[in-house]
């Protein structure tokens, strides 16, 4: 369903609706930027409502459960609050600040088991696959995605060789200039979307090149340009995006191609070994 019309479609279905329904309603509505970061026992507490009637309004809508019904509400809220909105909506949902902390807790918990109840182990494996066979790999990752990017090439790289971190396709586009129908392009991007990652999955689409698309969901604008798509949720009411989920879908991908090129990596990582002590790389009593 298209999640642009979550309020209006809630709107349009009032007169047909309960008590309950329309004591929800009327709160979703007039609370757009903190009901969709609200849990089922949270909003049918601030609602006045039965956390029975809060699952039955999301099937009343239309959706599949009051989750479906969140990340639409949570998809649409995030593209249009800019980081400021953000940032006053998380002082808002995080009041109490003894409770902070671990709210923050229970938001990455609640983020790493939408991502494995949703994940597309098919997709994985195909990731998997290409990531293997590719020539070269090239990530592009931007702003707070950079930090997770890194990540992947660091240890991508360890293990294949063949892996290169794009900056900006804009500030040097000549870092493309060895693209081919042989390599493979890994996209990272998380709302609010950088148009550098959109640009270099479109790019890398024309070319012919494999691509793969790390993303929060299925509306993402990268999604249209990918080859193989995996989505991991970021949701978190505050004015940064949480990449606990992305980041531990990066490590199974990890993971599995280290699996799978076990004798090459150690065979690498033994030789590695010998320069990191040559340099004094890592700290030694």
Known sequence: MDQINVYKLIAEKKPAMSK??????SYIINNPNTVPFYNVATLAKQAG?????????????GYSGYRELQTQMQNSVQRQLT????????????EDSSQTIYKVFEDDIANLKSTMENLDSKALVEAVNHL???????????????????????YLDLILENTILLGPVENKPEQLIR???KDVVVGISFARYTKSTVNMMSFAKERGATTIAITDNLLSPI???????????????TFFDSFVAPLSLINTLLASVGKERMKDAEDRLEKMEEFWE?????YSK
């Open 179 to 181: 693209l081919s129908k």
């Open 132 to 154: 293997l066979t590719g020539k070269e790999i090239y990530i592009s990752a931007n702003r707070s995605a950079a930090s997770i990017g890194l990540f992947m090439h660091y």
């Open 223 to 237: 999604v249209p340009y990918a080859d193989v798509v995996l989505t991991a949720s970021s949701q978190v009411p």
């Open 20 to 25: 309950a329904q329309e004591k929800l309603a």
């Open 83 to 94: 980081t400021k909105d953000r940032l006053k909506m998380s002082s808002e949902l995080y």
């Open 278 to 282: 040559r340099f004094d790389t890592f």
């Open 49 to 61: 409502v039965s956390e029975a009637s809060v699952v039955r309004f999301a099937v009343f809508l």
